[in-house]
């Protein structure tokens, strides 16, 4: 069983891409996705983890926008929380500017034009990988585009960190280990 099949205790897996999904998926939108997110997706399609995360899945389905909308929808929502602070003066990186709240974190400022939102939390919080060409590192970023934690080298990572004690780091001391389950999205074909 690999490493990515013992994420949660229990599974419900419904939608999950071909292998030619992901392929087009990629060609669509013209990069190339870190290993781990393929095979993530891949195993689990679409669904909610740990019963807190959305990762967005290039799958096609009648009742899915795909991938390459929901990477838009998600851009949109970034840009429109990080801008008035642009408009008043801000830099990216400043305090409550996407600031960077461990050493890790100014990987995503200084790659920001290389950003991919691969998902939101059921708080609107999003789910962002940065990339230099060569190293994808991911992150959690809060809803209001205050904060960037680091979260790892992969999904993986942040499933995990969020199943543990560690959630402290990345949602704040008020929040308890996430239940490591999966739910599969339904009705969507």
């Known amino acids: 069983m690999s490493q990515i099949e013992t994420l949660f205790n229990s599974k419900s897996i419904t939608y999950v891409p071909t292998s030619d999904m992901v392929l087009k998926s990629q060609k669509d939108i013209g990069i190339i996705f870190p290993d781990s997110y393929v095979e993530f ?3 689990y399609g679409i669904g909610t983890s740990n019963g807190f995360f959305i990762i967005d899945t290039p799958i096609t389905l009648k009742n899915y926008s795909g991938l390459h909308n929901r990477i838009i929808q998600n851009k949109n929502a970034f840009n429109s929380k990080l801008q008035p602070a642009i408009d008043d003066g801000f830099n990216i990186g400043d305090i409550d500017c996407l600031e960077p709240l461990d050493k890790e974190s100014e990987f995503l400022v200084e790659h920001i034009s290389n950003i991919i939102i691969y998902g939101r939390s059921i ?6 990988w940065a990339s230099n060409g060569n190293i994808f590192k991911f992150f959690f970023v809060d809803s209001d585009c205050f904060s960037i934690r680091y979260t790892g080298e992969s999904i993986r990572d942040l499933i995990i960190k969020t199943q543990t004690e560690q959630i402290k780091y990345i949602l704040g001391t008020g929040y308890s280990p996430l239940p ?3 739910d599969g999205a339904k009705n969507l074909d």
């Not at 708080?123 to 962002?128: E, Q, R």
């Open 41 to 43: 997706t891949s195993y």
């Open 123 to 128: 708080n609107g919080d999003f789910l962002v």
């Open 180 to 182: 490591r389950i999966f």
